[in-house]
């Protein structure tokens, strides 16, 4: 019910900067939470930054300070602003969008993914 498209993702130097986006289709509710995930090889899939329909964020350790969560409803595309960014920052970005029917099933609905190389 709910498609996701990223786009945004591509190589990038060591201290540079990359906006992710996600744009978003379907049913969304009123209600929901988006997040943006990575998962680097061998690794396990980590949230990174998450946003709440009330606009509240959460964001990992590792990205704090440096990652922004954003959305455009009239767009309805979801972004992540990401800075200063690391070689260990190398991964597949995924959005994710978690949200509960009004007889409270939980959905959850995840974007293709987009890759995001940080090296010199």
């Not at 972004?79 to 959905?107: F, W």
Request: charged fraction near 15%; proline fraction near 2%; charge should be positive.
């Amino acid at each position: 019910q709910v498609q996701l498209v990223e786009s945004g993702g591509g190589l990038v130097q060591p201290g540079g900067s990359l906006r992710l986006s996600c744009a978003a289709s379907g049913s969304i509710f009123s209600r929901n939470v988006m997040g943006w995930y990575r998962q680097a090889p061998g690794k396990q899939r980590e949230l990174i930054a998450a946003m709440i329909s009330g606009g509240s964020t959460n964001y990992a350790d590792s990205v704090k300070g440096r990652f922004t969560i954003s959305r455009d409803n009239a767009k309805n595309t979801v972004y992540l602003q990401m800075n200063s960014l690391k070689p260990e920052d190398t991964a597949v970005y995924y959005c994710n969008c978690h949200q509960s029917s009004a007889t409270g099933i939980m959905y959850d609905y995840w974007g293709q993914g987009t890759q995001v190389t940080v090296s010199s």
